[in-house]
């Protein structure tokens, strides 16, 4: 029996077992209602309504705070002798890596596509709104986190659910959050084995097949398959063993290389064709109050950009916690501050510049896609770039695989972290973990398991009402903790003492 006919036979027996309970959890979780013409998912506007609440909660941190954040992330308010295995450029990088993805290049073409250029607009909207549930969440995350005698860190919803509804809600909710912090651990374990993995060497593999001379290139066969997947896994597991200081160096080198390389592409079209920048912006903007061939008008291409942003950034999600909480620091506001950066970065920064080339090189594809035509998002954005870069196939090829690879080593470290909770720090355990995660890089690139990675994709976004339900309850407490960081940040400025337990108290004064 041939290789292609035993994954093949793999992926129609997982499909039928699993298809019947990814589509009932999917109806769950994605269940939409009318609205304006057109349908809107629940979980979106749960991740949208989050976001607004936190920026009046916190005064539009993300735009009153944004330059301390980048100080933060430059060093500037460093303290020796924190605990932690990680700087915050390094954690920043970590996290970002986890979200900076396909979905950056492919799930934009398809926004612009469904929602048109407006939907651009609404996207960079929820975007600058995901940045204070980020900030929200990691504060927690670091707040709570768990530090080991050998140094190393735990941190994430499982860690901050259950210390922090105990904290604030005694007996009750030390057992209510201690059931959360099984499932949020459950939760992150199974979409990092399925959606973080196997999904992303899947897409990378077939990006390189695309680019190679497709089923009938050197890469095409099932033995091509097998050579990327081991070689995707060997590369994964030897920077995985290494835990997050290896994953962190690895990442604040690939992270900014790989967002360079795609920016720099994306100037280039848009200088290319300069003269069309402001007819393009106009596009967005009109087409976001006045969108044209749309299903719901407005309303459908705000869910359509909403959707995208919740989707791509994954602020609220309890995903990003995990690694930013390996933080070096004594005060964890500070990493939610660098935190907000996060889904500026994604969102704001990366997946304005790919719909903005995409609305502004106009390819044929695109237009093909808006009419109805079933044409894959990699696939126009790549005609997008190929207007004015004919070879740029192949570059988008190398940014697809550093994106890639990235996301596959953070989302090892989630699933590391679930893995532990569940299972204990051992290293047998731990080991256990790191050939199961190898393993499925290896079957990314045979099997597409399709209806698992829906199922994951569902699995994950359940996280999200568990764990900003956790954010709503315990709010008050990063209040707490911002004031404290920013007094420390006065007292630093003014050139006085590092905090103390009066400074502490001085604090909670601190607007």
């Not at 209602?33 to 920026?55: H, Q």
């Not at 651990?185 to 001379?213: D, E, H, K, P």
């Not at 972290?417 to 995660?437: D, N």
């Not at 290896?442 to 900003?468: E, K, R, Y």
Request: charged letters at 15%; one cysteine or more.
């Amino acid at each position: 029996m041939s290789l292609d006919s035993v994954t093949r036979s793999v992926d129609e027996a997982v499909s039928g077992f699993f298809e019947p309970i990814a589509k009932w959890l999917g109806e769950v979780v994605f269940y939409a209602v009318p609205v304006g013409g057109t349908d809107l998912p629940l979980i979106v506007a749960w991740l949208v309504v989050a976001g607004l609440v936190f920026t009046g909660w916190f005064g539009f941190i993300q735009f009153r705070k944004f330059r301390l954040a980048v100080d933060v992330v430059r060093g500037k308010y460093d303290e020796k002798g924190s605990a932690g295995e990680v700087n915050h450029f390094q954690a920043l990088t970590a996290a970002v890596s986890g979200t900076v993805g396909l979905g950056n290049i492919a799930g934009v073409a398809v926004a612009v596509s469904v929602g048109g250029p407006g939907a651009t607009f609404w996207m960079v909207l929820c975007g600058l709104l995901g940045m204070a549930t980020k900030f929200v969440e990691v504060t927690l995350g670091v707040k709570y986190r768990e530090v080991h005698a050998d140094g190393t860190v735990s941190g994430g919803p499982m860690h901050y659910l259950p210390k922090g509804l105990a904290e604030r809600f005694g007996k009750n909710g030390k057992v209510l959050g201690k059931i959360l912090a099984v499932l949020a651990s459950f939760m992150i374990l199974f979409f990092g084995l399925f959606g973080g993995n196997l999904f992303q060497v899947n897409q990378s593999y077939a990006q390189l097949v695309s680019v190679t001379g497709g089923e009938d290139g050197a890469l095409g066969s099932s033995a091509g398959a097998l050579f990327f997947g081991i070689l995707i896994a060997a590369l994964v597991g030897i920077v995985l063993l290494g835990g997050i200081r290896s994953i962190a160096n690895v990442t604040s080198r690939l992270v900014p290389a790989m967002a360079g390389i795609y920016i720099v592409a994306c100037l280039v079209v848009i200088l290319v064709n300069v003269s069309a920048v402001p007819d393009a912006v106009a596009t967005i903007v009109e087409g976001a109050f006045n969108p044209q061939g749309v299903a719901g008008g407005v309303l459908g291409a705000l869910i359509i950009g909403f959707k995208r942003a919740a989707f791509s950034n994954e602020a609220g999600l309890g995903s990003a916690p995990i690694a930013h909480a390996a933080v070096k620091t004594k005060h964890p506001a500070s990493e939610g501050l660098v935190a907000l950066l996060e889904p500026f970065i994604d969102t704001v920064v990366i997946c304005t510049m790919t719909a903005l080339t995409i609305v502004i090189a106009n390819p044929t594809s695109w237009a093909e896609a808006r009419a109805g035509e079933d044409i894959g998002g990699v696939t126009i954005t790549s005609d997008a770039f190929e207007t004015v870069l004919p070879w740029f196939p192949y570059i988008l090829t190398v940014a697809v695989l550093l994106f890639a690879v990235s996301t596959v080593l953070t989302w090892g470290y989630y699933g590391l972290k679930s893995w532990t909770y569940l299972f204990g720090r051992s290293r047998t355990s731990e080991l256990t973990f790191k050939v199961l995660y190898t393993v499925f890089a290896v079957a990314g690139s045979l099997l597409t398991l399709q209806t698992l990675i829906d199922l994951a994709d569902a699995v994950l976004f359940t996280l999200a009402v568990i764990n900003i339900i956790g954010l709503y309850l315990l709010a008050p407490v990063v209040k707490r903790e911002l004031n404290t960081f920013l007094q420390y940040v006065q007292d630093r400025k003014a050139g006085g003492p590092a905090e103390n337990g009066k400074d502490r108290e001085q604090a909670e004064n601190v607007v």
